[in-house]
T-cell receptor
């Protein structure tokens, strides 16, 4: 149980275009979703926290107009990289925080999206 | 501020050796949760263990064991009789209790098990 499905797993896009990444919770309701970015050989850096029905909270240094997050339902959160540039190429991972009745206050992660901007 | 430090960037051992991955954390919270995750080359994060601050018992799961020491703010992970399939990046993480309860990750340790 508590699976997050993340799509696409890989995407290559041209510089200047926008890319949307989706994360769906398949068998539970994800009130809170986290979005991380991971550059090669580096750790996961939290970009933003999204809560269903409200605006996302962005970490310092993350451009909210460039990384648009929508969490319109309890089962879907999306990250849109707008006007992508080669420096946005990275591995993006979503994560849902699980409640008390699910896996003892743990987290479940999507499988990640490898974005390459050419 | 919450912080997790994994001082070992890379470790390389020969198969069947035991290996310990270090994790030191900083938090002012009296209640907190610590995690270990494995990230194989495919990229997905695999949950290994969660430990709360009230439970200092060491845990063993097969070849994996964890040593939680509140006195030194450490939560170290040992793999006994390592195998090639253990090769991955391992992350230690701390759950922030306030607000959205986000995870703060360490820098990760890249473990390579050589045949």
């Amino acid at each position: 149980g508590a699976v997050v499905s993340q799509h696409p797993s890989r995407v290559i896009c041209k510089s200047g275009t926008s890319v949307k990444i989706e994360c769906r919770s398949l068998d539970f309701q994800a009130t809170t979703m986290f979005w991380y970015r991971q550059f090669p050989k580096q750790s996961l850096m939290l970009m933003a926290t999204s809560n269903e029905g409200s605006k996302a909270t962005y970490e310092q240094g993350v451009e909210k107009d460039k990384f648009l997050i929508n969490h319109a339902s309890l089962t879907l959160s999306t990250l849109t990289v707008t006007s992508a540039h080669p420096e946005d190429s990275s591995f993006y991972i979503c994560s849902a925080r699980l409640g008390a009745l699910q896996l003892n206050y743990g987290y479940t992660f999507g499988s990640g999206t490898r974005l390459t901007v050419v | 501020a919450q912080k997790v430090t994994q001082a070992q960037t890379e470790i390389s051992v020969v198969e069947k050796e035991d290996v310990t991955l270090d994790c030191v954390y900083e938090t002012r919270d009296t209640t907190y949760y610590l995690f270990w995750y494995k990230q194989p080359p495919s990229g997905e994060l695999v949950f290994l263990i969660r430990r709360n601050s009230f439970d200092e018992q060491n845990e063993i799961s097969g070849r994996y064991s964890w040593n939680f020491q509140k006195s030194t703010s450490s939560f170290n992970f040992t793999i006994t009789a390592s195998q090639v399939v253990d090769s991955a990046v391992y992350f230690c993480a701390l759950r922030v209790i306030q607000g959205a309860q986000k995870l703060v990750f360490g820098q990760g340790t890249r473990l390579t098990i050589n045949p």
